[in-house]
């Protein structure tokens, strides 16, 4: 069972980077004690310069580099301040490469456990959360977790680590005023973190409204054609309209109230900042606060922001990482895909399926009871209504779900034990509607595999697409297309055949595979295919009388259970399912 991911596990993550968070931490405080001086600096030669009460800056100059006039020293302390900042600036460089790299690090294991995970994840599991979401586990929310470590690794500890140095050099300056605005910087951040939330409803509203006109739009244009067939692309636009006027109101309160909120909060600031002003002075009036220390600590008002700031964004930060975990661990709570280490050594390979049982959902099996045996080399058919079972069947045989009970064994080994690898090796499955990859003709046709192009060509030739081969200008270096959009349906179901010629596997399911050809094409593709399949066992899901006949075992399925097997003559007299289905074969 693949391990979740929690707190404590991206803790240890982090861990296993312990050399660099400990430069990190380093750099950290390295930055901290060069920049938490700064705002006293140049406010201090109020007092020892302007006033003239030479003290601690003006007694150091004098004794470094001798006594000088007002310029002299202020030019000194600038310098100073400057070269400071700059040395805080290349610290913070270094501070945000480290743990952005360790960051990076981080993120990039959890998403190759993820995709790991994934290789391996049964298709009815995988069915069960969809494409959609699970790329946006990997995407935004493994994104989310990524801007979560960053905060965690480089600014809470520099944050606080920054606010206790500047509290302790605050309340030592003056208790009184050092202590106000250690306690209400924080309590007007809060405030202006809720007025950012409510500005943050309000954005989502916005979003809701642009997701909504955005899917509705591109379903419009994606069927297009049948929406003007039916005369109905008034009413569509009309709701388009609709979701376009949404978007008018929502973005309408998110623009003007967003802007009304962000100014509300700044005010609230510098009401409190005017506040800290007068008590400054009253301090500086009625007791021995200096006029320089009264600016450092304006100035010390401002820099604590951004760390107070820091720390409350946090608690955010860590609710949507405590967010995102819980929906990336759906992913990796999904079931993976059984595997056995035996393998299937032979080309002759004889199917038994053994009471066999399927459900794609708790409420109902799609499959129930399901005993047959299919040897090697036989060529066998399974019919029955549409939604009777079929195709699911032929998925169990793949391997491609997970029964629910029986067996099904292969050369008497149980499909628990075989390892899925060799049993794909031996069984090709051609889908009535195979899917293509936005890619050539030559990937789409061997998947990455290295071979040769007369092979490929050969297995064109067999399915019946070398014409259409020989009419393609950049040949198998052709793209054939988002879902192979640029070939017809009967185009798809050939090239997927030649995909099975080039594979050669012992066993061939043919699931509807060619309904989209006419009678002269299909009848010309199976007398190709005749001596390919000769020695194969080939298992054909097909709705044509003509396809069914020849099988030398026909198996019907109704409602998810075997209700007739036997070949075509055995069956046809036989009251149930099968004299139907010819019955009804005969009159169309
Ligand atoms: N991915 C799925 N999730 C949930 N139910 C499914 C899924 N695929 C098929 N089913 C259900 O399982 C039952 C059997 O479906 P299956 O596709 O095997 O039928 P079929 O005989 O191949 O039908 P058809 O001839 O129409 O292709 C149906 O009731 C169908 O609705």
Same mark, same amino acid.
């Given at each position: 069972?693949?391990?979740?991911?929690?707190?404590?596990?991206?803790?240890?993550?982090?861990?296993?980077?312990?050399?660099?968070?400990?430069?990190?931490?380093?750099?950290?405080?390295?930055?901290?004690?060069?920049?938490?001086?700064?705002?006293?600096?140049?406010?201090?030669?109020?007092?020892?310069?302007?006033?003239?009460?030479?003290?601690?800056?003006?007694?150091?100059?004098?004794?470094?580099?001798?006594?000088?006039?007002?310029?002299?020293?202020?030019?000194?302390?600038?310098?100073?301040?400057?070269?400071?900042?700059?040395?805080?600036?290349?610290?913070?460089?270094?501070?945000?490469?480290?743990?952005?790299?360790?960051?990076?690090?981080?993120?990039?294991?959890?998403?190759?456990?993820?995709?790991?995970?994934?290789?391996?994840?049964?298709?009815?599991?995988?069915?069960?959360?969809?494409?959609?979401?699970?790329?946006?586990?990997?995407?935004?929310?493994?994104?989310?977790?990524?801007?979560?470590?960053?905060?965690?690794?480089?600014?809470?500890?520099?944050?606080?680590?920054?606010?206790?140095?500047?509290?302790?050099?605050?309340? %030592?300056?003056?208790?009184?005023?050092?202590?106000?605005?250690?306690?209400?910087?924080?309590?007007?951040?809060?405030?202006?973190?809720?007025?950012?939330?409510?500005?943050?409803?309000?954005?989502?509203?916005?979003?809701?409204?642009?997701?909504?006109?955005?899917?509705?739009?591109?379903?419009?244009?994606?069927?297009?054609?049948?929406?003007?067939?039916?005369? %109905?692309?008034?009413?569509?636009?009309?709701?388009?309209?609709? %979701?376009?006027?949404?978007?008018?109101?929502?973005?309408?309160?998110?623009?003007?109230?967003?802007?009304?909120?962000? @100014?509300?909060?700044?005010?609230?600031?510098?009401?409190?900042?005017?506040?800290?002003?007068?008590?400054?002075?009253?301090?500086?009036?009625?007791?021995?606060?200096?006029?320089?220390?009264?600016?450092?600590?304006?100035?010390?008002?401002?820099?604590?922001?951004?760390?107070?700031?820091?720390?409350?964004?946090?608690?955010?930060?860590?609710?949507?990482?405590?967010?995102?975990?819980?929906?990336?661990?759906?992913?990796?709570?999904? &079931?993976?895909?059984?595997?056995? !280490?035996?393998?299937?050594?032979?080309?002759?390979?004889?199917?038994?399926?053994?009471?066999?049982?399927?459900?794609?959902?708790?409420?109902?099996?799609?499959?129930?009871?399901?005993?047959?045996?299919?040897?090697?080399?036989? @060529?066998?058919?399974?019919?029955?209504?549409?939604?009777?079972?079929?195709?699911?069947?032929?998925?169990?045989?793949?391997?491609?779900?997970?029964?629910?009970?029986?067996?099904?064994?292969?050369? &008497?080994?149980?499909?628990?034990?075989?390892?899925?690898?060799?049993?794909?090796?031996?069984?090709?499955?051609?889908?009535?509607?195979?899917?293509?990859?936005? &890619?050539?003709?030559?990937?789409?046709?061997?998947?990455?595999?290295?071979?040769?192009?007369?092979?490929?060509?050969?297995?064109?030739?067999?399915?019946? +697409?070398?014409?259409?081969?020989?009419?393609?200008?950049?040949?198998?270096?052709?793209?054939?297309?988002?879902?192979?959009?640029?070939?017809?349906?009967? =185009?798809?179901?050939?090239?997927?055949?030649?995909?099975?010629?080039?594979?050669?596997?012992?066993?061939?399911?043919?699931?509807?595979?060619?309904?989209?050809?006419?009678?002269?094409?299909?009848?010309?593709?199976? +007398?190709?295919? !005749?001596?390919?399949? !000769?020695?194969?066992?080939?298992?054909?899901?097909?709705?044509?009388?003509?396809?069914?006949?020849?099988?030398?075992?026909?198996?019907?399925?109704?409602?998810?259970?075997?209700?007739?097997?036997?070949?075509?003559?055995?069956?046809?007299?036989?009251?149930?399912?099968?004299? !139907?289905?010819?019955? =009804?074969?005969?009159?169309?």
């Amino acid at each position: 069972m693949n391990q979740k991911i929690s707190l404590k596990s991206i803790y240890k993550l982090l861990l296993k980077n312990k050399k660099s968070l400990i430069w990190g931490q380093i750099f950290t405080v390295i930055g901290i004690l060069i920049s938490v001086p700064i705002p006293l600096l140049l406010p201090l030669l109020v007092d020892e310069v302007l006033l003239n009460k030479p003290d601690f800056f003006v007694n150091s100059i004098d004794k470094l580099f001798g006594s000088g006039n007002a310029f002299y020293y202020v030019a000194i302390v600038t310098v100073v301040v400057i070269i400071l900042r700059a040395l805080h600036f290349i610290f913070g460089v270094i501070n945000t490469k480290i743990f952005t790299k360790i960051s990076k690090i981080v993120i990039f294991d959890i998403r190759v456990k993820l995709l790991k995970h994934l290789q391996k994840v049964n298709i009815n599991e995988y069915e069960s959360i969809g494409s959609g979401k699970i790329a946006a586990n990997l995407i935004t929310d493994v994104n989310t977790l990524d801007s979560f470590i960053v905060n965690i690794s480089s600014k809470l500890i520099t944050s606080t680590l920054t606010l206790l140095a500047v509290g302790f050099v605050i309340i %030592k300056i003056d208790f009184l005023l050092g202590l106000m605005i250690l306690l209400t910087q924080p309590t007007i951040a809060i405030f202006s973190r809720r007025i950012a939330k409510k500005t943050g409803e309000l954005k989502k509203e916005e979003n809701a409204a642009i997701e909504a006109f955005q899917s509705n739009i591109n379903e419009t244009l994606d069927l297009f054609p049948q929406i003007k067939a039916s005369n %109905k692309e008034r009413s569509f636009f009309n709701t388009s309209i609709d %979701k376009a006027k949404d978007i008018k109101i929502a973005s309408n309160e998110f623009n003007y109230k967003s802007v009304a909120y962000e @100014k509300l909060s700044y005010t609230i600031f510098l009401f409190a900042f005017e506040i800290f002003r007068a008590t400054g002075l009253l301090l500086v009036a009625y007791s021995d606060l200096s006029i320089g220390l009264m600016f450092a600590m304006f100035g010390y008002i401002w820099f604590i922001m951004t760390p107070v700031q820091e720390i409350l964004s946090i608690q955010y930060s860590l609710a949507s990482a405590k967010a995102a975990i819980s929906r990336i661990n759906k992913v990796l709570e999904l &079931n993976i895909e059984s595997d056995g !280490e035996k393998e299937l050594n032979s080309n002759k390979v004889d199917i038994e399926i053994r009471d066999l049982s399927f459900a794609y959902t708790k409420e109902k099996n799609s499959l129930n009871n399901i005993n047959l045996k299919i040897n090697s080399g036989e @060529k066998v058919a399974i019919i029955g209504a549409s939604g009777s079972g079929k195709t699911t069947i032929s998925q169990l045989i793949a391997g491609f779900y997970a029964k629910k009970s029986g067996d099904i064994l292969y050369n &008497n080994i149980s499909i628990d034990e075989i390892s899925k690898k060799s049993l794909r090796e031996h069984i090709f499955l051609v889908l009535q509607m195979p899917i293509l990859f936005n &890619n050539t003709l030559r990937f789409n046709l061997t998947m990455g595999e290295d071979i040769e192009d007369e092979k490929i060509i050969e297995a064109l030739a067999i399915a019946e +697409l070398k014409e259409m081969y020989l009419g393609l200008k950049d040949g198998l270096d052709t793209v054939v297309g988002k879902m192979g959009m640029r070939l017809s349906g009967g =185009q798809r179901q050939r090239l997927s055949i030649a995909r099975m010629v080039l594979a050669n596997p012992s066993i061939v399911i043919f699931d509807e595979s060619t309904s989209a050809l006419d009678v002269h094409t299909e009848t010309k593709l199976f +007398l190709n295919l !005749e001596s390919f399949l !000769e020695d194969k066992t080939v298992i054909t899901i097909a709705h044509r009388l003509s396809t069914v006949k020849n099988a030398s075992k026909i198996f019907v399925l109704d409602d998810g259970n075997l209700v007739q097997s036997g070949t075509h003559k055995e069956l046809e007299d036989e009251t149930g399912h099968y004299k !139907e289905f010819v019955k =009804q074969q005969l009159t169309t």
